[in-house]
């Protein structure tokens, strides 16, 4: 099946400092999807994107999908704790009236925030 | 909002036995997932269904079968639990009448097949 590189696997911060992520694919995808894991419950979605160039902001979250269509980044700014979690980018291959069929997940982002 | 729900958050079965994970959705979706997670894995698609009684398998099915008798309910089903089944299991739905398929998960199933 298709893949996704999501990286980096892990990152340790401090309080307050920016955060970012990426996803890259061989192939392309007609939506890119961030969702974020808390330990113990099932990912919740932060952000959907639609269109190639599109940028997308939730509170101090934004993302962005690629030109090319392979490829997705994330930023948090100006992280707290309650951002600790695991973030995970999902890609749809699907086009209009595409029918059915699972995500494609990348193997997520571990964020861990140092006191 | 969407609501997902599982019927359970900790299950613990031992080797043989058949488990039943029930999942239910609140929102009238067309589409329902079942995912397991494992660390270093992520999440991997075991079965779908894109309408009741329709079912299709996902990148994992081996060892696992799925239910959907109603809109609302997926039910995933482990015929005779082995310990390498014990993972995270999470299901999704999704309206299916839009252009993208945004899924919603429930809060998980930590199973652990002794």
């Known amino acids: 099946g298709q893949q996704l590189n999501q990286s980096p696997q892990s990152m340790f911060i401090q309080e307050g400092e920016d955060v970012s992520m990426n996803c890259?694919?061989?192939?392309?995808?007609?939506?890119?999807?961030?969702?974020?894991?808390?330990p113990g419950e099932g990912p919740v979605l932060l952000i959907a994107l639609?269109?190639?160039g599109e940028l997308t902001s939730n509170g101090r979250l934004t993302a962005q999908f690629g030109i090319t269509r392979k490829d997705s980044f994330l930023n948090i700014s100006a992280s707290i704790p309650s951002d600790v979690g695991i973030?995970?980018?999902?890609?749809?291959?699907?086009?209009?009236?595409g029918g059915a069929d699972g995500l494609t997940f990348g193997?997520?982002?571990?964020?861990?925030?140092?006191p | 909002d969407v609501k997902v729900t599982q019927s359970s958050r900790y299950l613990v079965k031992r080797t043989g036995?058949?488990?039943?994970?029930?999942?239910?959705?609140d929102m009238d979706h067309e589409n329902m997932f079942w995912y397991r997670q494992d660390p270093g894995l992520g999440l991997r698609l075991i079965y779908f269904s894109y309408d009741v009684k329709m079912k299709e398998k996902g990148d994992i099915p081996e060892g696992y079968s799925v239910s959907r008798e109603k809109k609302e309910r997926f039910s995933l089903i482990l015929e005779s639990a082995s310990t390498n089944q014990t993972s995270m299991y999470l299901c999704a739905s999704s309206s299916g009448t839009l252009v993208t398929d945004t899924?919603?998960?429930?809060p998980g199933t930590r199973l652990t097949v002794l």
């Open chain 1, 24 to 38: 890259t694919s061989s192939s392309i995808f007609n939506t890119w999807l961030w969702y974020k894991q808390d």
């Open chain 2, 17 to 25: 036995e058949k488990v039943f994970l029930e999942c239910v959705q």
């Open chain 1, 50 to 52: 639609y269109k190639a």
């Open chain 1, 107 to 114: 193997k997520g982002t571990h964020l861990i925030i140092q």
């Open chain 1, 87 to 97: 973030y995970f980018c999902a890609g749809d291959p699907k086009k209009l009236g």
């Open chain 2, 103 to 106: 899924q919603y998960f429930g």
